[in-house]
Structures are given as structure tokens and as C-alpha cells.
């Protein structure tokens, strides 16, 4: 298991979430595409992404897909925790797609 305080876990959980939420949608980006948007120009040489793997292959984490979420506790979690940079990067992936939120919704649930 992954150690951390409560506010890095709850990142954690969010990101996860986040994953199987963009998957669930069937969106051609994944967490990590939306997160070397948001900080690996901001970070330059300190960017690394792998605790991301960590944590999307971490078992301890993957009950959190059964705890109730939506975009909008995901995006709360994120932007308590100082990750704004994230929710716009997706904003901005998924506009350069000409998907809306909605759309995406939509486009998901015709899918399944």
C-alpha cells in the first residue's frame, strides 16, 4: 500500500476515479495524457508520472471504484488539493475535441 497523508490518498482516489471514469466514456485520453498536460511544462525537469502507474496498479486503491463518485467529487477532491491545473487541462483536451461534458455522457452511455 501506497503511504501518504489523508489529502495525497484522497488525490490518489481521485485520480484513479478519474481513470475509470474517462475509460467508462470511452475518450481517447487517459489520466496520465491529462496529467503531463497540466504539469510537465509547469514542472519541467522535476515532471515524473510515475506514481501514477503506482497508483492505478496499487490493489489497495482499486475499492475506491466502488465508493460513489461523479466528475463533480472528483474534480472537488482535485481542486481542495491544489490540483486545478488538471481539471482545466481536461477541459481543454476534451474542447480540442469537440466533446462536451454532456457529449461525453452521452457518447458513454450509446456505447455500452
Not at 519541467?44 to 486503491?61: A, K, M, N, T
Not at 483536451?93 to 456505447?111: E, F, K
Request: glycine share 4%; hydrophobic share 40%; aromatic share 14%.
Amino acid at each position: 500500500m501506497m503511504s501518504g497523508s489523508e489529502n495525497e490518498r484522497e488525490v490518489a482516489k481521485a485520480f484513479l476515479q478519474l481513470d475509470f471514469y474517462l475509460k467508462a466514456l470511452r475518450l481517447p485520453i487517459t489520466v496520465k495524457d491529462v496529467y503531463r498536460r497540466a504539469y510537465k511544462k509547469r514542472l519541467g525537469d522535476y515532471y515524473h508520472e510515475h506514481w501514477i502507474d503506482l497508483v492505478l496498479e496499487d490493489p489497495d486503491f482499486q475499492d475506491c471504484i466502488q465508493e460513489p463518485f461523479t466528475a463533480v467529487t472528483i474534480f472537488e477532491t482535485l481542486r481542495e488539493n491544489g490540483h486545478t491545473p488538471i481539471i482545466y487541462a481536461l477541459f481543454r483536451m476534451t474542447r480540442r475535441m469537440n466533446i462536451g461534458y454532456s457529449h461525453a455522457y452521452v457518447i458513454g452511455i450509446t456505447q455500452e
